[in-house]
C-alpha cells in the first residue's frame, strides 16, 4: 500500500484557499469607509477571507487525516484486466508479420 497525497487535489485547492483568505485578511485592514459603505457596513473582505481561512484549513486537513491509499497489487490486476479486454494480452514472443 502507497500513500499518495503530493498531488491530491484536496492539498491544492485547501491551500490555494488558504493563500486567497489570507490576502483578503490582510486586505481587510485597509479596507476603507467608503467600501464598507458600499457592502452595508460589514467589512466584506475580513468575512470573505476568514471562511476562506477556515475551507482551505478543513480541505488540508482533510488531505492529510484521509490520505488516498494506493494497492499496488489491485492496480497491477486492473492493468491486466484492461490490456487483456483490449486484446493486447500476454505477448507469447511471436511476431506478427516479422520477417525472417
Known amino acids: ?4 497525497s503530493l498531488f491530491d487535489v484536496r ?4 491551500a490555494l484557499m488558504f493563500l486567497y483568505g489570507v490576502i483578503l485578511v490582510l ?5 476603507s469607509d467608503a467600501d464598507k459603505a458600499k ?12 471562511v476562506l481561512l477556515v475551507f482551505g484549513a478543513l480541505m488540508i486537513v482533510w488531505a ?3 490520505p488516498i491509499v494506493v494497492d499496488e497489487a489491485e492496480l497491477e490486476s486492473d492493468k491486466r484486466a484492461v490490456d487483456e479486454a483490449a486484446g493486447r494480452g500476454t505477448d507469447d514472443g511471436g511476431g506478427a508479420g ?3
Open 98 to 100: 516479422g520477417v525472417d
Open 64 to 66: 492529510v487525516t484521509r
Open 27 to 31: 486586505a481587510s485592514f485597509a479596507t
Open 39 to 50: 457592502s452595508d457596513g460589514i467589512n466584506a473582505n475580513l468575512w470573505v477571507g476568514l
Open 1 to 4: 500500500m502507497k500513500k499518495t
Open 11 to 14: 492539498t491544492i485547492i485547501g
